[in-house]
Nanobody
Framework: QVQLVESGGGLVQAGESLRLSCAAS????????MAWYRQAPGKQREFVAS???????NVADSVKGRFTISRDNAKNTGYLQMNSLKPEDTAVYSC????????????WGQGTQVTVSS
């Protein structure tokens, strides 16, 4: 069964850092673009960052300069390094990726909670 599993969330104080991981598992032959989204309580889901298979990145203005997206294709894993966290970064962070098992399909992970206290 092909799936994405996020990890690395938690409770931190403002100014601290976290690194989220998104691991793809199952019978996967290739992973295309990967992206992170977040959804805060009472708000719509918003784009955070994306990375192509070759490493080209795009980061939302709200986190630019603080968050970095990366990937390790050998480990089928993507990462989101979050520095200088702010209380407004509190949200459920979800990974999204294009995975090729028997065909190309887009998958979502279950999400991981990030809470930043002031």
């Amino acid at each position: 069964q092909v799936q994405l599993v996020e990890s690395g969330g938690g409770l931190v104080q403002a100014g601290e850092s976290l690194r989220l991981s998104c691991a793809a598992s199952g019978s996967i032959f290739s992973i295309g673009a990967m992206a992170w989204y977040r959804q805060a309580p009472g708000k719509q889901r918003e784009f955070v960052a994306s990375i192509t298979r070759l490493g080209s990145t795009n980061v939302a203005d709200s986190v630019k300069g603080r968050f970095t997206i990366s990937r390790d294709n050998a480990k089928n894993t993507g990462y989101l390094q979050m520095n200088s966290l702010k209380p407004e970064d509190t949200a459920v962070y979800s990974c999204n990726a294009e995975l090729y098992g028997t065909s190309w399909s887009r998958y979502w992970g279950q999400g991981t909670q990030v809470t930043v206290s002031s």
